[in-house]
């Protein structure tokens, strides 16, 4: 059936602000489906909090809604205008819950608007687990006993009866929060208080417990005719008792037999058809006995999942764009391939590579947390390698993290405490892939890993591989190693760094240069949804070492832009909305936008957004290959947070043009020293600092500069490592800590202001002109992280001497440091006097935060202004804000009931909403004033 021409107008429902177990994969649905909509024609209005997403820029929708996600806001909207339906299946649970709230309360109803893409019927059916049980039971699908429970009486009854160990799981919850396995009776109390508490219906299944069976993930489409496909089968590496979310993951599913698979997929499309006539998409998990291949249902989602996003980039077919057009009416056999453009979307997808996804957690945030994996979900973001094996896509992945590993180990930073091995292989956390390989080097035998681990053999047995190419390497020189065995190396996903340290005595450009000499060159293949069956037209590339290379550079004038890598505390979504921005922008003044990234959830990665996508590891080895190929203009640094920043080091030693701001001027505002120096001739007030590389080194500076002091390492981001002491004990076991935690670092002590409030400005510099972006106020005072602090746009206590000094200061640092584009500068004030703390040469978080706040394309002007096409005053530049902007940080403590949350130097938070108000006397702002009088007062 063609579209729906009822439909003139839609509302998409966002997820809201980042937290842990939904992050901006949502970002990346709602994005996609909004453009999708647009592109039939049909008026798009999105309503979400967040200010740090694309998905609530102009570019994306027609209206944008930047309101808290209730039905009230949802209400306002409505008699605004006209809504003909609502998409709610773009948001994760956050999306699903209001629509269903909305629709209780009858809102739907009373404006005639229709629900799209989903049957409310089938939320019901699959977050309440009773339901859902009983659902699996009467269509023939096998589930583990369990039982629901209202009460904590009712819960003791079903334990009793399934026996231990068990799982608990609460209803209509995301991320698994609340849920966890019970191996003891005398541990099942706490639990399931804990469960019930959890759940907002305090409902809770207990269920028996498949630990050790293997666990898998399908993504289906279906339209209005009831055709189903599968998009893509995940297999996750590890075995059911850790959420698939923290779990590693491989596409397509690897150690599934056809018979398996084939059965998996029937019961999925039946599960589908069963919950409800809607057309979209859904994701559906299943657990699979490793002994018989026998399978339950886990659960059904009937929406864009996380996994969605992953599976989109996996096999290039965009999930969310064809959904959103089969909710409008449109059938699959309708929709071209937007790959191939010759052939439809009623087809499935066939890869001739492997994905693999790790998990990125931030547990050295969460001091005195359980790092030890679960059911509830503890990551923060995630990366995917793509590779023609599965051990060349997780040597990549694990290249991708930026957890200072150069691959799978062979980097010198392997454990060899077999005893705390053994602990980390039967105990999860983040490094467990890790602590495989390092008990392969030491002799541990594979089974007995297995039986430690319930991985699969066929996994561990590639891993295996690695352990024993590295032993074969030991054998020979680099000048010796055979041509043949060098291309299985690489093959196998080896980093040339890898290769330097198992040979001993060698640098990385002399190995760079060596298979340079002998002929090994990266090629790179298009991700094509069919094998090569097809001629494709998607830009989008991975690299290998087989066969022919497919990405053939054009003739164009090409810019590259950097990504910012993984999501994590401290660099969020909001650097990849700067470079969606970035790469609009270098398109917009003539130039071919190259993206290179390896985040499977952001929009930056998604084909459509860049005139080529690299989706490979922002490291060095990969990036410097991409640049020898493309022979671009210039790289842009500036957008992709700390992890961009930090390559420019290695471009500008490679004679490669950093695009704005130069190298130098850029160590200048990084290196504590000629920063301060800096700061002196220029007449700006610091505090008193000093740096140190050694602990007796940091005593010293402490008594000249005065306690209490701020301690933290250099060329670190969201105040990684950041820590106020008061007496030398202290600062001792700090300095010891840092300088343990990152070797080679030194340690910078600053004065620290004690009761001093704090402040920050973003500003653009053509290198000429400077126009401040916007001056922001914070409630939490200095020694907080800005990011975990509110901050309110534009400033409203701050005096008009204070406020100039902000200016005069900002514009004096931009044309010192020579900023071609963006800068951010942190300030304290104390007894009137304006202090600079630091200064930071890039896109700084705040910017989308400003640009929503003043709907101004801040990031699209900076990068015109960095490549030199435009200047400042080519720009016409109107502030639309009636009131103020507070930017509110949001934490995912939750997920930690056991550490202590007190603020610090260190940044928590792992997202942000935005709030109007039209003046001062609104009762949120009172509130927030009343917290800073208290905080200043203390």
């Known amino acids: 059936m063609p579209k729906d021409h009822s439909i003139k107008s839609i509302l998409i429902i966002g997820s809201g602000p980042i937290i842990i177990g939904q992050a901006c994969e949502f970002d990346y649905a709602g994005s996609q489906a909004a453009l999708s909509l647009k592109e039939e024609g049909i008026e798009v209005s999105i309503i979400n909090s967040n200010p740090a997403t694309i998905m609530t820029d ?18 306002e ?25 909305a629709e ?23 977050e309440n687990r009773e339901a859902f049980r009983q659902l699996m039971v009467d269509i023939g699908i096998g589930v583990a006993k369990s039982k629901i429970a209202n009460s904590f009486l009712e819960g003791k009854e079903a334990a009793q009866e399934i026996g231990f160990p068990l799982v608990i799981r609460p209803s209509y919850t995301l991320g698994g929060y609340g849920g966890g396995f019970v191996h003891k009776k005398e541990d099942f109390d706490a639990a399931l208080s804990h469960g019930l508490q959890a759940s907002p219906t305090h409902e809770v299944l207990v269920e028996q417990a498949v630990l050790g069976w293997k666990e898998y993930e399908l993504e289906l489409l279906r339209d209005n005719k009831d055709n189903v496909i599968i998009i893509c089968s995940i297999e996750n590496f590890d075995p059911m008792g850790i959420h698939t979310g923290d779990s590693i993951t491989v596409a397509p599913a690897m150690t599934l037999s056809d018979r398996c698979y084939q059965d998996m ?21 299943f657990s699979v006995n490793p002994e018989n291949e026998e399978i339950i249902a886990i659960e059904i989602n009937p929406r864009v999942s996380r996994s969605s996003a992953l599976a989109s980039k996996a096999t290039g077919y965009p999930i969310a764009k064809i959904a959103a057009k089969l909710a ?13 453009k010759t052939t439809s979307a009623y087809f499935e997808p066939t890869l001739d590579y492997v994905i693999v996804k790790i998990p990125r957690w931030n547990f050295d945030k969460f001091k005195g947390a359980n790092t030890e994996l679960g059911l509830q979900m503890k990551s923060v973001g995630e990366v995917m390698g793509i590779g023609r094996s599965f051990i060349e896509a997780l040597q990549k992945a694990c290249q991708s993290l930026e957890i200072g590993r150069a691959g799978l180990g062979s980097d010198g930073k392997q454990n060899r405490n077999l005893e705390d091995i053994m602990h980390k292989l039967e105990h999860p956390s983040w490094d467990r892939i890790f602590a495989i390989k390092d008990a392969m080097r030491m002799g541990v035998p594979v089974e007995s890993i297995r039986k430690a681990t319930k991985i699969d053999r066929w996994f561990l047995n590639q891993v295996q591989e690695l352990a024993t190419l590295e032993q074969e390497l030991k054998r020979y020189s680099l000048n010796n190693i055979p041509k043949d065995f060098f291309i299985t190396m690489k093959q196998k996903g080896f980093s040339d760094i890898q290769i330097a340290w198992i040979l001993g ?18 090629v790179y293949k298009m991700v094509d949804t069919c094998a090569a069956e097809f001629p494709a037209q998607t830009p989008y590339f991975y690299s290998t070492y087989d066969g022919e290379n497919e990405s053939i550079p054009s003739n164009k ?23 969606v921005h970035g790469l609009i922008a270098a398109n917009d003044e003539g130039f071919e936008a190259i993206m290179i990234n390896c985040n499977p959830e952001t929009v930056s990665t998604d084909f459509n957004m860049a005139d080529k996508l690299y989706f490979e590891p922002v490291f060095w080895e990969h990036v410097r290959e991409i640049i020898d190929l493309e022979k671009p203009e210039g790289v842009i640094v500036q957008l992709g947070g700390q992890t961009a920043l930090k390559m420019a080091e290695k471009l500008h030693e490679s004679e490669i043009k950093i695009i704005g701001t130069s190298y130098d001027n850029m160590d200048i505002a990084e290196d504590r020293g000629r920063f301060s120096d800096l700061l002196k001739d220029l007449d700006i007030p610091y505090p008193k600092y000093g740096v140190a590389e050694t602990a007796e080194e940091a005593i010293e500076v402490a008594h000249h500069v005065g306690y209490p002091v701020l301690v933290r390492p250099s060329y670190v981001l969201g105040g990684q490592g950041m820590s106020i002491v008061i007496n030398d004990e202290d600062l001792e076991k700090a300095v010891v800590k840092l300088l343990g935690d990152l070797p080679g670092n030194r340690v910078l002590i600053d004065h620290f202001l004690d009761r001093a409030e704090e402040a920050e400005s973003d500003s653009i510099c053509d290198g000429e002109d400077v126009h401040i972006i916007g001056l922001m106020e914070h409630i939490e005072p200095a020694g907080i992280h800005s990011g975990d602090s509110s901050a309110v746009l534009p400033p409203f206590n701050l005096p008009e001497t204070v406020i100039a000094k902000m200016e005069e200061y900002t514009k004096k640092l931009a044309k010192a440091l020579n900023i071609k584009g963006l800068m951010n500068i942190q300030f304290a004030i104390k007894n009137g006097d304006v202090y600079v703390i630091e200064a930071n040469p890039r896109a700084s978080r705040t910017v989308p935060f400003i640009a929503k706040a003043y709907d101004v394309p801040y990031i699209n002007i900076a990068t015109k202004v960095m490549l030199g096409t435009k200047k400042l005053k080519d720009f016409n530049i109107e502030r639309k804000l009636v009131g103020y902007a507070i930017k509110e940080p949001v934490f995912s403590y939750n997920k930690f009931p056991e550490i202590q949350k007190e603020l ?35």
């Open 557 to 579: 004038k090409k810019i590259i832009v950097l990504g910012s890598g993984p999501n994590r505390i401290g660099q969020g979504i909001e650097f990849d909305y700067s470079c």
């Open 904 to 938: 610090g130097p260190e940044m928590k938070s792992t997202g942000e909403a935005i709030r109007f108000i039209k003046d001062l006397e609104d009762p949120y702002f009172v509130h927030l004033y009343k917290e800073k009088s208290m905080y200043l007062s203390k």
């Open 104 to 126: 209780e309360r009858g809102l739907w109803e009373k404006y005639g608007v229709k629900i799209i893409g989903v049957d409310t019927a089938a939320i019901e059916k699959t």
């Open 58 to 75: 102009k570019v994306i929708a027609d209206h944008v809604y930047l309101k808290p996600l209730t039905v009230a806001s949802i209400e």
């Open 265 to 285: 997929r029937n019961q999925a499309i039946k599960m589908m058809r069963a919950i409800g006539n809607f057309a979209g998409g859904c994701n559906v998990q």
């Open 77 to 101: 909207i409505l008699q605004e205008r006209k809504i003909d339906a609502v998409l709610p299946t773009m948001g994760g649970q956050t999306a699903l819950n209001l629509a269903i709230e």
């Open 328 to 340: 409008i009416g449109y059938n699959l056999d309708e929709l071209e391939n937007q790959i191939t």
């Open 505 to 522: 005595n060698v640098t990385e450009d002399e190995v760079y240069h060596r298979r340079k000499e002998l002929g090994i060159n990266r």
